[in-house]
């Protein structure tokens, strides 16, 4: 059974970082896609990025380009979002979510979710 386990969120002042970990567990390819959504309340998820960890590639949305950078670490089966320069508009809910490759930015492509990670941005 897949589990994905998110960490990292929390309290941030404009313009600073963090970094959201999504520690993952039984998957049985060795290759696959983990996206990033995030998700204001009442709102439609929002897909901001995502890694096909079969061919490397990565993919972000217009709205975090620049800011935010995805990676994985196989070793410790976690795919990392590293957040800079954190504005207001980013504070939403952020999950994590696993699916066979390619990547999307549709959320009903992905079967596995995360529990989300609350990001508070003060200004």
């Known amino acids: 059974q897949v589990q994905l386990v998110e960490s990292g969120g929390g309290l941030v002042q404009a313009g600073g970082s963090l970094t959201l970990s999504c520690r993952h567990s039984?998957?049985?390819?060795?290759?696959?896609?983990i996206a990033w959504f995030r998700q204001a309340s009442g709102n439609q998820r929002e897909g901001i990025s995502c890694?096909?960890?079969?061919?490397?590639?990565?993919y972000y949305a217009d709205s975090v380009k620049g800011r935010f950078t995805i990676s994985n670490d196989n070793a410790k089966n976690t795919v990392n979002l590293q957040m800079n320069n954190l504005q207001k508009v980013d504070t939403v809910t952020y999950y994590c979510?696993?699916?066979?490759?390619?990547?999307?930015?549709?959320?009903?492509?992905?079967?596995?979710w995360g529990q989300g990670t609350q990001v508070t941005v003060s200004s």
């Open positions: 979510a696993q699916d066979d490759i390619p990547c999307s930015d549709d959320e009903s492509y992905f079967d596995s």
């Open positions: 039984g998957f049985i390819y060795s290759s696959y896609a």
């Open positions: 890694i096909d960890t079969g061919n490397g590639k990565v």
